[in-house]
């Protein structure tokens, strides 16, 4: 395949919406939050950016030149899980684990990264749930001369130590959470000494920290719309790459914990959906946490401690403590406000997945495609084998595309636990 351009801009969808989500609101007040109100956890130019509604917002160039380091990123077709499934689908993924840090969450963390920096941060904290984007920010707070501090959920922390290795290798300091550093982290662990942890738990204790401090900000690795906005490179490539196969997709797939591979991915094909491509749109959740599935569509706060704005979204209750699955960057209470949005619309559909099945697919693909995938990204790859099938009993031929958002390669131990019998749904 000729290689395609490494895009220029990000893609903003807010410019092509018939509506906005409605806005956040201030977690004390409970009035509409302002720009101001969001100054003690992010910088400014960041700020601008979850704020905008212009189509495209340019990318720096130094940001540019860091991604020139691994993209644009692979299309490939999977040709020989094509043949296992005996399907007359034609099935392609996008591979987002060619990067040091293993997965897609590495195009936000070098943006969030070059812009604190140039407003003058001098260090970040933030969460992270199964590591990878612990990990991506890390290798970007190094890239860009940043400390870093990670409030890494507890039973990932246990499970995933080469994560944690890794985020040190880079400089980071990575914090157990719920950890007794944090008044967040402390009333939990007064309420549940052996408590697991969640994303929600880390987010405050993260939070806690950048707010007492002005040269210390937040980073946040998924559900906010500049999250989003970022991730967008991995949607233009595909349509460019799409393009010079002459393919267009009929079903688009992509697992969802926060919603930031799903939208980056499927955003720029929304627009094209919303201008009447006929394009199914998949967001794959662990059965265990299935927040679009069964969540309710309301305001919520995206972290336990209540000191994050509330969001409009689909959520399963902020003080909600997933399972200790293994594809711990889904387990989230709630969701992106722009993918609740387009899942209230019937835009896109949803899906749940039990871990066993996951795992089931994920090996599978490991066995004809030769790539570990990561146990978040084998959900996508669960589905789209569900579609595959799909098409060879109803003979039909379409084209399903999914995001293979990372690898698999740090997350060995939860396939040893896979194959010894240790899983369960």
């Given at each position: 395949?000729?290689?395609?351009?490494?895009?220029?801009?990000?893609?903003?969808?807010?410019?092509?919406?018939?509506?906005?989500?409605?806005?956040?609101?201030?977690?004390?007040?409970?009035?509409?939050?302002?720009?101001?109100?969001?100054?003690?956890?992010f910088p400014k130019s960041l700020i601008e950016q979850e704020i905008s509604t212009e189509r495209f917002i340019e990318i720096p160039e130094k940001v540019r030149?860091?991604?020139?380091?691994?993209?644009?990123?692979?299309?490939?077709?999977?040709?020989?899980?094509?043949?296992?499934?005996?399907?007359?689908?034609?099935?392609?993924?996008?591979?987002?684990?060619?990067?040091?840090?293993?997965?897609?969450?590495?195009?936000?963390?070098?943006?969030?990264?070059?812009?604190?920096?140039?407003?003058?941060?001098?260090?970040?904290?933030?969460?992270?749930?199964?590591?990878?984007?612990?990990?991506?920010?890390?290798?970007?707070?190094?890239?860009?001369?940043?400390?870093?501090?990670?409030?890494?959920?507890?039973?990932?922390?246990?499970?995933?130590?080469?994560?944690?290795?890794?985020?040190?290798?880079?400089?980071?300091?990575?914090?157990?959470?719920?950890?007794?550093?944090?008044?967040?982290?402390?009333?939990?662990?007064?309420?549940?000494?052996?408590?697991?942890?969640?994303?929600?738990?880390?987010?405050?204790?993260?939070?806690?920290?950048?707010?007492?401090?002005?040269?210390?900000?937040?980073?946040?690795?998924?559900?906010?719309?500049?999250?989003?906005?970022?991730?967008?490179?991995?949607?233009?490539?595909?349509?460019?790459?799409?393009?010079?196969?002459?393919?267009?997709?009929?079903?688009?797939?992509?697992?969802v914990g926060g919603g930031s591979n799903f939208g980056g991915f499927t955003f720029p094909f929304v627009r094209e959906k919303l201008k009447g491509e006929n394009?199914?749109?998949?967001?794959?959740?662990?059965?265990?946490?299935?927040?679009?599935?069964?969540?309710?569509?309301?305001?919520?706060?995206?972290?336990?401690?209540?000191?994050?704005?509330?969001?409009?979204?689909?959520?399963?209750?902020?003080?909600?403590?997933?399972?200790?699955?293994?594809?711990?960057?889904?387990?989230?209470?709630?969701?992106?406000?722009?993918?609740?949005?387009?899942?209230?619309?019937?835009?896109?559909?949803?899906?749940?997945?039990p871990q066993l099945k996951v795992f089931e697919a994920g090996v599978t693909f490991a066995r004809t495609e030769g790539i570990i995938p990561a146990p978040e990204?084998?959900?996508?790859?669960?589905?789209?084998?569900?579609?595959?099938?799909?098409?060879?009993?109803?003979?039909?031929?379409?084209?399903?595309?999914?995001?293979?958002?990372?690898?698999?390669?740090?997350?060995?131990?939860?396939?040893?636990?896979?194959?010894?019998?240790?899983?369960?749904?």
């Open positions: 395949m000729s290689k395609v351009n490494l895009p220029k801009y990000y893609y903003n969808l807010k410019a092509d919406l018939p509506e906005l989500p409605p806005p956040p609101l201030h977690p004390f007040t409970g009035q509409p939050i302002s720009p101001a109100d969001l100054e003690s956890l030149e860091a991604y020139a380091e691994y993209r644009p990123t692979p299309l490939k077709r999977a040709k020989k899980l094509e043949k296992y499934l005996n399907t007359p689908a034609r099935i392609y993924f996008k591979y987002e684990g060619t990067n040091a840090s293993g997965s897609h969450k590495l195009n936000t963390a070098l943006a969030q990264a070059y812009f604190n920096k140039l407003d003058g941060t001098e260090q970040l904290t933030t969460e992270t749930g199964a590591g990878q984007w612990g990990s991506a920010l890390a290798y970007a707070a190094n890239f860009f001369g940043l400390k870093l501090t990670v409030y890494m959920v507890g039973i990932s922390y246990d499970q995933k130590p080469y994560r944690r290795i890794f985020m040190e290798t880079f400089g980071a300091r990575v914090v157990k959470s719920p950890s007794p550093e944090t008044a967040a982290g402390r009333k939990v662990l007064e309420a549940d000494p052996n408590s697991p942890g969640s994303l929600g738990i880390a987010i405050s204790e993260a939070v806690e920290v950048a707010m007492s401090d002005p040269k210390t900000k937040y980073a946040l690795g998924s559900v906010l719309d500049h999250v989003l906005l970022h991730q967008t490179v991995i949607g233009q490539e595909v349509y460019e790459e799409l393009s010079l196969l002459g393919e267009k997709p009929d079903v688009l797939i992509a697992c394009i199914e749109i998949i967001a794959v959740e662990p059965k265990a946490c299935p927040t679009l599935t069964e969540g309710e569509y309301k305001y919520d706060f995206g972290d336990v401690a209540g000191l994050t704005p509330k969001m409009p979204m689909y959520t399963l209750g902020y003080d909600f403590i997933p399972p200790g699955i293994h594809a711990g960057g889904l387990r989230y209470h709630g969701d992106s406000p722009l993918v609740s949005l387009l899942y209230k619309n019937k835009i896109i559909s949803a899906k749940a997945y990204s084998s959900h996508a790859i669960a589905a789209a084998i569900d579609e595959a099938i799909k098409c060879r009993e109803e003979s039909v031929a379409k084209t399903i595309v999914f995001n293979l958002s990372g690898h698999g390669y740090f997350d060995l131990s939860a396939y040893e636990a896979y194959f010894a019998g240790k899983l369960k749904d």
